[in-house]
């Protein structure tokens, strides 16, 4: 970690200098631009940044604009994985040529993909990336919908979500599936190195963040991410809404470190019912009907067992 | 080059494919990323050997699709050096959004693309459909004929693509099996030679030169989106010039011509075909062997397909009066692309050659010397007549009447 900052306080964090400028068009209170700040901000490293197509990449570099101040690459939907392995690539070929003088420090390659970009599209790409072992951070800015192209559902939309694609109705009560659960799955892949990280929780997310930045081959991050429009709260509710997923362990923070030892990194002091959760967000309107209630009753079980099931692992360290 | 040399005869006996990798080797690629599919697999594997052997020192990944090799390949080439892969038929299809973003983002990869046809029916044999199928993607498209044009074209690849003025990614084709697979005798460059011939790989806005941080791959709208689509047809257009240069200069190292439109008996000839690839060889024959009979017959082949040489084509079709243009793709329609094409070279002409759209060859279906000399022949009474006898279009060689004739 020689390269990276000692952040003590959100002081010494906040006054880092940016590589994450102005001249977005992200909505008021988009939680993407929070995270990327702070993944940016967690290193002086140089970057090499990609993204996929969706809210953060139509948003930050709109020609002739750019809010990068950072090396950063959008190719497609799917393949902002592989285009940072491929840059990881020449890195390595140009040291071994000795283009790149030794002596030059090793920069860091992140790529940035919504929930759709890594859950579903993008996926075979991700799972290539990771099994050929690439020296890189994907950061998946999860909220839980495609939300560039106004709110379908992705396999990252938890179930009775609202979702253009997957709408309440008299008959229907929205997304039917539950969420998939990503972080395993690359824990899987034999990722050295996989984190789930809120916004909300900096402090956590940057000490992660920096973990993985020092762990060498793939290493994938799952943050959540509010977004006011699609999760339709106000712009200025996004960390309370972050706050309430953190709390009522909707969104468990936690991280695997060579698929075998799995640490707890936040627990809530006062456990929030996952009915304050989804009450807090518009999307979930309808579940209050009594006759959807009991799905609010369901989702509280999965929880509290999934809460169980990582605390059972964390204790036997696998 | 800091790889391990190779010691090579002043003839060996390469197919297409090892011409491929011979290429990348000398070319001295700095990332090559792949994926296996037939007839180009060998290719890969030949520089797999390489890597192996250490006669490249780059990069070589094996990735889990062709749209990763191309995705992997445009940003290795925006990190900032020499990039290539291989590919034919349903790879390539699998690439093509990636082709557009590479040429959108004027990368100079090289893409050795072994023709074969598109699947359905699936079939793994030669023909152009997925040269056809990237027409438009904005990438320069050299065409071989054989197997030294094909070791010859991709390492020019290489010094087209990376040129200033140019600085766009290069599809260089050869026919799948006919040329990808059948041995022949091939007269390489030295190693040393062919490096310098290509030159060292020129950076521009390289994501690893951090002194300078590069945005490549932005969103535009209307208010931008036109003028960089013309500014890419611009660098296509300015290819042409390079493309001229590199050939001179290919010429004086080697003594090997070639021209951006190649031509065979064009002087005084009254019919041509014209055509791509391995049928170009095949066609020269049966000009050559037609003079006996009084018929005077010439074969034309354009050697960029794209950027595609509407003048220099017209310009030399002035005095052909009946012209068979040759489509190795199923027509989907219409007339074949390169019918129409070569139609939009002279329709603003004084000379109007009467001319024939004849599709064959599909799925790897063998065109012989003699069915080219009847082709002649029926072109030489379109000439005599000033008209088509027969209909316009023709697919030539399929099996049962009902299917062969087009009014279109
Ligand atoms: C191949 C392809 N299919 C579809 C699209 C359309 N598209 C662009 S962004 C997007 C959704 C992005 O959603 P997500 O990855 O979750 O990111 P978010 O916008 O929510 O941040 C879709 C469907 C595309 N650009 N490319
Ligand atoms: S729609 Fe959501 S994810 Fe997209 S910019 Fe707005 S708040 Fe952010």
Same mark, same amino acid.
Not at chain 1, 134 to 141: E, N
Not at chain 1, 252 to 259: C, M, N
Not at chain 2, 96 to 115: D, K, T, W
């Given at each position: ?61 709109? %020609?002739?604009? *750019?809010?990068?101040?950072? #090396? ?9 994985? +592989? !285009?940072? @392995? =491929? ?58 919908? %495609?939300?560039? *192209?106004?709110?379908?559902? #992705? ?9 253009? +694609? !997957?709408? @309440? =109705? ?149 | ?408």
């Amino acid at each position: 970690m020689s390269n990276q900052k000692v952040i003590k306080n959100l002081k010494t964090f906040s006054t880092a200098a940016e590589r994450f400028e102005g001249s977005h068009v992200l909505c008021p209170g988009c939680a993407h631009s929070i995270i990327v700040r702070e993944v940016l901000n967690a290193t002086n490293d140089n970057l090499v940044v990609g993204a996929s197509t969706g809210c953060l990449e139509v948003c930050t570099a709109i %020609y002739p604009h *750019t809010s990068w101040d950072c #090396s950063w690459i959008h190719i497609g939907f799917e393949n902002g994985s +592989t !285009a940072i @392995a =491929g840059a990881e690539a020449m890195n390595k070929a140009l040291r071994k040529k000795g283009r790149i003088s030794p002596d030059t420090p090793e920069p860091k390659f992140v790529a940035f993909g919504g929930d759709g970009a890594t859950y579903d599209i993008g996926f075979q790409w991700i799972s290539g990336c990771f099994e050929r072992g690439h020296d890189m951070m994907y950061v998946c800015l999860d909220n839980e919908v %495609y939300a560039n *192209t106004g709110g379908q559902r #992705s396999s990252s939309t938890p179930i009775g979500a609202s979702t253009t +694609t !997957a709408p @309440a =109705g008299s008959t229907s009560y929205g997304e039917k599936r539950n969420k998939k659960d990503m972080l395993q799955i690359m824990a899987a892949h034999g990722s050295p190195y996989v984190a789930q990280v809120a916004p909300n929780k900096w402090k956590d997310m940057v000490k992660k963040i920096q973990k993985g930045f020092a762990t060498k081959g793939p290493v994938f991050i799952n943050a959540m991410s509010a977004c006011t429009t699609e999760w339709k709260f106000q712009p200025h509710e996004t960390i309370e809404a972050s706050d309430l997923a953190v709390d009522s362990l909707v969104f468990p923070l936690y991280e695997i470190v060579d698929g075998t030892e799995l640490n707890i990194t936040y627990r809530p002091k006062n456990i929030v019912p996952v009915r304050d959760y989804l009450a807090f967000q518009p999307r979930f309107k309808h579940l209050f009907k009594p006759e959807n209630e009991y799905l609010i009753d369901e989702w509280q079980k999965r929880v509290d067992k999934y809460w169980e099931y990582l605390q059972r692992r964390e204790e036997a360290r696998v | 080059m800091n790889s391990k040399q190779m010691e090579l005869n002043e003839v060996e006996v390469w197919d297409g494919n090892t011409c491929n990798a011979q290429a990348l080797r000398q070319a001295s690629v700095d990332v090559v990323a792949a994926y296996p599919i037939t007839p180009s697999t060998n290719t890969v594997e030949n520089y797999a050997t390489f890597h192996a052997n250490g006669y490249v020192d780059g990069e070589f990944i094996m990735v889990e699709s062709e749209h990763a090799a191309m995705s992997a390949c445009v940003g290795a080439a925006a990190a900032g050096g020499r990039v290539a892969t291989a590919t034919s038929s349903q790879g390539c299809a699998l690439m093509v959004e990636v082709l557009y973003q590479c040429s959108g983002m004027r990368l100079p990869a090289v893409l050795c693309l072994v023709n074969r046809a598109l699947a359905a029916p699936l079939n793994v044999n030669g023909d152009h459909s997925d040269m056809y199928l990237t027409r438009d993607a904005g990438w320069i498209q050299l065409d071989s004929f054989n197997a030294q044009n094909a070791y010859d074209l991709t390492l020019m690849a290489f010094k087209i693509g990376e040129h200033m003025d140019v600085r766009l990614p290069v599809i260089s084709n050869q026919d799948g099996f006919l040329t990808s697979h059948t041995a022949q005798t091939v007269r390489p460059l030295k190693d040393e030679v062919a490096y310098n011939f290509i030159g060292d790989y020129v950076p521009v806005n390289a994501m690893l030169d951090f002194s300078k941080p590069v945005t490549h791959g932005v969103q535009t709208e209307h208010d931008w989106h036109f003028e960089h689509k013309a500014k890419q047809h611009a660098a296509l257009q300015a290819a042409f010039p390079v493309v001229e240069e590199v050939f001179k200069e290919f010429k004086e190292l080697t003594g090997r011509e070639y021209n951006i439109v190649e031509t065979h008996n064009l002087e005084g000839a009254d019919v041509a075909i014209i055509c791509l690839g391995t049928t170009y060889e095949t066609a020269t024959i049966a000009a050559d062997e037609l003079k006996e009979e009084g018929i005077k017959a010439a074969v034309v082949s354009p050697r960029l397909f794209r950027p595609f040489p509407l003048t220099q084509l017209a310009q030399k079709l002035q005095n052909v009066k009946a012209i068979a243009c040759m489509d190795r793709s199923a027509p989907g329609g219409t007339v074949g692309a390169l019918y129409n094409e070569v139609a939009g070279a002279l329709i603003n002409t004084e000379a109007r050659p009467v001319m024939r759209n004849l599709i064959y060859g599909l799925g790897g279906r063998d065109i012989t010397v003699h069915e080219l000399k009847d082709i002649f022949r029926d072109l030489a009474k379109d000439a005599e007549n000033g008209k088509i006898t027969g209909k316009i279009q023709r697919l030539h060689g399929v099996r049962g009447p009902e299917l062969s004739f087009y009014e279109l």
